[in-house]
């Protein structure tokens, strides 16, 4: 098993592009979670989904859309890029969600916004 | 916002030493859960503690819960230089399912 994979590593873009972050995963968990982690801060939820087809707001949901069409992908947007979004993506995944259940988390994509 | 502030932020010890890392965090909580980032990579689940339970060990891991002072600590003992790395801790609120809120993580170095 791969477990949570994801698609870039590294990005750089200007200010106004666009681009979509990919998460995979392999283990068939009905959750996954988008965060963005900044220099001395833990991570923040952006979004999550709690099976295919939904969506739902984090805690700095502002400037990001995502889709979860099918259950294995779970894919994080920026429409217009600002240079506040620089930061490390990291997108998790858990079997039920429940309050006890482990996130598995993918190695983290480094996006750059000039 | 923060749910959870780890302290020391940063933690310089010799191999073989004890590390012990602290959190506090602001709300009730269901659980506490530990997870461990190396560099340059997404983070690991290390051990959860519910709220009803006090100390939990795994391994070479202690986790202690201390909910009246909204508190926790892990303790890693006899400390390998595979251990440096950050930890953070993450809490899941009731009424708030799904959501885990992490702290800003505690910068561990273990030195050969």
């Known amino acids: 098993n791969a477990g949570v994979t994801q698609t870039p590593k590294f990005r750089v873009l200007k200010t106004g592009q666009s681009m979509t972050l990919l998460c995979a995963q392999d283990m068939n968990h009905e959750y996954m979670y988008w965060y963005r982690q900044d220099p001395g801060m833990g991570l923040r939820l952006i979004h999550y989904?709690?099976?295919?087809?939904?969506?739902a707001k984090g805690e700095v949901p502002d400037g990001y859309n995502v889709s979860r069409l099918k259950k294995q992908n779970f894919l994080l947007g920026l429409e217009s890029a600002a240079p506040s979004q620089t930061s490390v993506y990291f997108c998790a995944s858990s079997s039920t969600g429940g309050m006890t259940d482990t996130q598995y988390f993918g190695p983290g994509t480094r996006l750059t916004v000039l | 916002s923060q749910q959870g502030e780890e302290d020391p932020q940063a933690l310089s010890i010799q191999e073989g030493e004890n590390a012990t890392m602290n959190c506090s965090y602001k709300t009730s909580i269901n659980n506490l859960q530990w997870y461990r980032q190396n560099s340059g990579r997404g983070l690991v689940h290390l051990i959860l503690?519910?709220?009803?339970?006090r100390e939990k060990h795994s391994g070479r891991l202690r986790v202690t819960l201390d909910t009246s002072k909204k508190s926790s600590s892990l303790l890693i003992t006899a400390s390998r230089a595979a251990d440096t790395a950050s930890y953070f801790c993450?809490?899941?609120?009731?009424?708030?399912?799904?959501?885990?809120?992490f702290g800003s993580g505690t910068q561990l170095t273990v030195l050969p």
């Open positions: 993450a809490t899941a609120v009731s009424g708030s399912a799904r959501q885990l809120t």
């Open positions: 503690i519910r709220s009803n339970e």
């Open positions: 989904s709690v099976g295919e087809g939904t969506t």
